[in-house]
């Protein structure tokens, strides 16, 4: 039985141009329909853009709370990126506003560029089109209305980082393996590749193929998962509320317990401290 109110980990393949929040709104619709319930909370660990697919984790109830430590995990990710132009937003989700020579460019100097500036400890300004806060605002809203928007570079790790594909020197493409830190934008990085080849790029395609110890592999896809949570049987909120309320009774009981005992423990450690009482010699 399946149990949204304590807490499940659901891991789905997220579709092209669907956001996270939408993978979340369709599941948590499923779980009200099924409980009966609007009480059902749900997140997810680790947004994906909308022209991204891959791992997205989904966390329900209790298990929500654990959506900073999934976040943390190692991410993995499959991009495509075209060399010789450049986007606002990095990716396709904008027109080309510019073009760069690519002809320069070969394996040798993207090996060679990829090892020596994208490898272990860099730093990085996140694009503009981000979830980033500006004032409190995300970042995408004001560039999206022709804002100026200013944000600080992050540090952050690549673990790993190679050539999965070269077009060159018939086509301007590259698609990479990247093995990376929480906070990474693979379109900041698509930008900054360009920059450091002497040129320019952007995604066009960027694939999540793991995060922590899931991988692609494991996931279902959002069609899967709705018809697995169609299929199931469910703990019902009372239900889950009352195993809760025992569960947490219980361990009071226990700690009460062990604290009990360990102060019993001391007292007993202080008796065997004290020094004898000292007799006085009969002369």
Same mark, same amino acid.
């Given at each position: 039985?399946?149990?949204?109110?304590?807490?499940?980990?659901?891991?789905?393949?997220?579709?092209?141009?669907?956001?996270?929040?939408? $993978?979340? +709104?369709?599941? !948590?619709?499923?779980?009200?329909?099924?409980?009966?319930?609007?009480?059902?909370?749900?997140?997810? $660990?680790?947004?994906?853009?909308?022209?991204?697919?891959g791992v997205l984790l989904l966390c329900?109830?209790?298990?929500?709370?654990?959506?900073?430590?999934?976040?943390?995990?190692?991410?993995?990710?499959?991009?495509?990126?075209?060399?010789?132009?450049?986007?606002?937003?990095?990716?396709?989700?904008?027109?080309?506003?510019?073009?760069?020579?690519?002809?320069?460019?070969?394996?040798?100097?993207?090996? !060679?560029?990829?090892?020596?500036?994208?490898?272990?400890?860099?730093?990085?300004?996140?694009?503009?089109?981000?979830?980033?806060?500006?004032?409190?605002?995300?970042?995408?809203?004001?560039?999206?209305?022709?804002?100026?928007?200013?944000?600080?570079?992050?540090?952050?790790?690549?673990?790993?980082?190679?050539?999965?594909?070269?077009?060159?020197?018939?086509?301007?493409?590259?698609q990479i393996r990247v093995v990376c830190s929480k906070?990474?934008?693979?379109?900041?990085?698509?930008?900054?590749?360009?920059? $450091?080849?002497?040129?320019?790029?952007?995604?066009?395609?960027? !694939?999540?193929?793991?995060?922590?110890?899931?991988?692609?592999?494991?996931?279902?896809?959002?069609?899967?998962?709705?018809?697995?949570?169609?299929?199931?049987?469910?703990?019902?909120?009372?239900? $889950?509320?009352?195993?809760?309320?025992?569960?947490?009774?219980?361990?009071?009981?226990?700690?009460?317990?062990?604290? +009990?005992?360990?102060?019993?423990?001391?007292? /007993?450690?202080?008796?065997?401290?004290?020094?004898?009482?000292?007799?006085? /010699?009969?002369?």
């Amino acid at each position: 039985m399946l149990n949204p109110i304590e807490g499940e980990i659901f891991c789905i393949d997220k579709p092209l141009r669907m956001t996270s929040f939408a $993978a979340v +709104k369709k599941v !948590r619709a499923v779980l009200r329909t099924h409980l009966k319930t609007r009480s059902v909370k749900v997140g997810h $660990a680790g947004t994906l853009d909308p022209l991204a697919t891959g791992v997205l984790l989904l966390c329900t109830g209790h298990a929500t709370k654990r959506i900073d430590e999934l976040q943390a995990g190692v991410k993995e990710y499959i991009a495509d990126l075209r060399l010789g132009a450049t986007t606002p937003s990095f990716d396709l989700e904008t027109e080309v506003d510019a073009t760069y020579e690519w002809q320069h460019i070969d394996r040798n100097l993207i090996d !060679r560029v990829l090892q020596e500036q994208f490898t272990g400890s860099i730093e990085q300004v996140p694009p503009s089109f981000s979830a980033c806060k500006i004032d409190g605002k995300p970042a995408y809203k004001l560039a999206r209305k022709g804002q100026d928007v200013e944000i600080r570079p992050k540090t952050l790790v690549i673990d790993e980082i190679e050539v999965l594909h070269c077009g060159l020197p018939e086509e301007p493409t590259l698609q990479i393996r990247v093995v990376c830190s929480k906070g990474t934008y693979i379109r900041a990085l698509a930008r900054d590749i360009g920059v $450091a080849l002497g040129s320019g790029a952007h995604l066009t395609a960027l !694939r999540r193929t793991r995060v922590g110890d899931i991988t692609i592999d494991k996931c279902l896809t959002l069609e899967q998962l709705v018809e697995k949570l169609d299929g199931e049987t469910y703990v019902s909120p009372e239900q $889950a509320a009352a195993e809760r309320l025992e569960r947490e009774r219980q361990e009071n009981r226990e700690r009460a317990a062990r604290q +009990k005992a360990e102060r019993a423990a001391r007292q /007993q450690a202080k008796k065997c401290d004290v020094p004898p009482k000292r007799t006085s /010699q009969i002369k």
